[in-house]
């Protein structure tokens, strides 16, 4: 009944951890323990120091940006956090007091939001079509005077529909508020030059792409302004307080320097491969998001008539891990906002699977999963009460 | 391995027992929604002589508890007469099954209310329906301690969530004490409407979160 090796295809939740990472942080554990101290302090203080610099360097040049103007975090969850929560309190101050975010954003986004919006910030849900995208007149309308900033995601976590930011980031620039993108799905998947876009705040995390977890971080550029909201030292060109987690940050520079444009286009023949031949293979299934406009690792099906929950414990059952948009997944039973958002009703929400391809995935799994689910799937059909006429 | 489940639980899930439609039905239900996430039909053949439950079948659009549970229901009430199949409660059924999720019990809820619907619809088809009687505030109290709050896995009324019914020309009023944007908010709306808007002599229900 079960397989020894479990097929892993929710790498947009975790990851991995690749070899290579565990070996670059190692040393951090048991050699150069220290905290980063000032130049002035003890030789394994500055050695310390000088790793963390190394990493946020090399984190900071695949933006092209300076290393001054990114900062270590727990994750894309504080990124977003610090960046939403962090503009908004510097900005109140001189009477700009509205936010526009879509409605399809990630949780960090979407519940700083709502928390912003009781302490009397308001806030607009840009709606999106179809396959997930906004609509830029939409947001050159919402934009007013009293508009902060504008945040929307790069990528969207459910269904992979990648945004236009050049655009966004324009007219942002234009209008003068500040942009901020969550980057969580894309970082180093798809290219961003701060250089060219002129995007104000990015969130990135390593647990997305086989680091270490609990590690991410804020790209902040010069001159925007930031209220610290995490308070103690001064970290983080103090903007951040707390000890640096110099493994992690050692973890994620390394996860960042081994993902390659030939593994993403090799996730991208592999996301097309396993979309083309379910959506070919079993019949009454959607195709959630764009064909071509969604990130290298994402591929997202709905399977009309059945429920996501079952769908996903079959998998498990023969070994591949997945998730769903389905409510009974969920911890709070709610539907995916993302599937609802597109215009799905909650039918196609319930039956939706999501698979997010990683580095060790591969042909041959693929070509199993597809063959798995077509059983699961027509034995589930057999049971349902729907779609039998 | 590890699976939210119990053995059992799977072993239903993977297995369904008496999964289909029988031809030519006594009596048949679909409860739930697609809205809600589940649906469950429940098809009953019956004895006309001695009132048992001949044959059933079930079908399920829902998770792995709704499944496993429609299929031990199955098992539960064959064989057993009209009136004994009726009081299968869903802990009975959760009992059998050796204990689902307490997030999951409304999953298990909607399958034993198909087999109660089924029966009623085999008595109301064949005129052995005595409930004609007037609606009462103590009877839609009744019918709210059949909605589970999922969180808890606990009825409304037990939990005192209910703070005031009221009944005037067959428009039920229902405050509830849970706030509007409360995560279950709508799949109790759902669950109270079914339960009270199938009674003969009500015509509209108006819900109410002002907790």
Redesign the interface.
């Known amino acids: 009944m079960?397989d020894e090796k479990m097929i892993y295809l929710d790498n947009a939740s975790a990851t991995r951890l690749d070899e290579r990472v565990l070996e670059a942080m190692q040393p951090y554990f048991f050699k150069t323990y220290a905290v980063a101290t000032s130049e002035f302090g003890y030789s394994q203080g500055i050695e310390a120091k000088e790793a963390l610099q190394e990493a946020r360097e090399s984190i900071a040049s695949k933006l092209n940006a300076e290393s001054k103007e990114f900062i270590f975090t727990s994750g894309s969850t504080e990124s977003s956090n610090m960046a939403i929560k962090g503009i908004m309190m510097a900005l109140q101050k001189k009477n700009k007091n509205h936010l526009i975010i879509s409605k399809i954003e990630d949780f960090p986004i979407l519940y700083s939001t709502k928390y912003l919006e009781k302490q009397g910030i308001k806030v607009t849900y840009l709606d999106v079509d179809n396959y997930g995208f906004i609509d830029l007149v939409q947001l050159k309308d919402s934009i007013s005077k009293n508009t902060a900033m504008v945040s929307i995601q790069h990528a969207n976590q459910e269904i992979g529909t990648i945004q236009n930011i050049e655009k966004i980031s324009q007219i942002c620039k234009e209008r003068k508020v500040i942009f901020h993108t969550d980057a969580t799905h894309t970082f180093t998947r798809l290219a961003i030059d701060v250089k060219k876009i002129p995007v104000d705040l990015i969130s990135v995390s390593a647990h997305t792409i086989h680091g270490p977890k609990g590690v991410g971080g804020l790209y902040v550029r010069e001159g925007t302004p930031l209220t610290k909201w995490m308070d103690g030292g001064f970290q983080e060109f103090n903007k951040r307080a707390g000890l640096e987690n110099i493994p992690g940050a050692v973890g994620f520079a390394q996860a960042v320097k081994l993902v390659t444009g030939e593994e993403n286009e090799q996730l991208i023949a592999l996301r097309d491969y396993l979309i083309s031949h379910v959506l070919a293979e079993i019949p009454q299934t959607t195709l959630n998001g764009h064909s071509k406009r969604r990130t290298p690792q994402n591929a997202n099906i709905t399977f009309h008539?059945?429920?996501g929950?079952?769908i996903t414990?079959?998998l498990?059952?023969n070994g591949f891990s997945v998730s769903t948009g389905?409510?009974?997944?969920s911890r709070?039973?709610?539907?995916s906002h993302v599937i609802l958002g597109i215009g799905g009703?909650?039918?196609r929400a319930?039956g939706s699977i999501r698979f997010t391809l990683g580095r060790y995935n591969n042909l041959k799994e693929i070509n199993k999963l597809i063959k798995t689910l077509k059983e699961i799937i027509s034995e589930l059909r057999?049971?349902?009460?729907?779609g039998k006429d | 391995m590890k699976f939210p489940y119990n053995e059992k639980v799977l072993e239903h899930f993977r297995h369904p027992r008496n999964v289909g439609k029988i031809k030519d039905a006594d009596g048949k239900a679909m409860e739930g929604s697609p809205a809600c996430g589940d649906m469950v039909s429940v098809q009953i053949k019956v004895d006309k002589k001695t009132k048992r439950i001949q044959d059933i079948k079930f079908e399920s659009y829902g998770c792995a508890s709704n499944i496993a549970t429609g299929s031990i229901i199955t098992e539960l009430a064959k064989g057993k007469t009209l009136e004994e199949a009726k009081n299968i409660s869903w802990k009975q059924a959760s009992d059998e099954l050796g204990g689902l999720p307490p997030i999951k019990v409304h999953c298990s809820v909607l399958a034993v209310e198909g087999l109660r619907s089924a029966i009623k619809n085999y008595e109301r088809k064949h005129g052995l329906t005595i409930d004609k009687t007037a609606t009462t505030v103590e009877k839609i109290e009744k019918g709210l301690k059949k909605v589970m709050n999922p969180l808890t896995g606990l009825d409304l009324v037990g939990t005192k969530l209910i703070k005031k019914i009221e009944l005037k020309e067959g428009i039920v009023k229902i405050d509830v004490d849970l706030p509007e944007n409360h995560q279950f908010a709508n799949s109790i709306r759902e669950e109270v409407l079914e339960k009270i808007e199938t009674l003969h002599d009500i015509k509209k229900v108006l819900i109410i979160f002002s907790g």
């Open positions: 079960f008539f059945i429920e929950e079952s414990l079959h498990d059952m389905s409510a009974c997944f709070s039973l709610e539907a009703n909650h039918e319930h057999k049971i349902s009460p729907l």
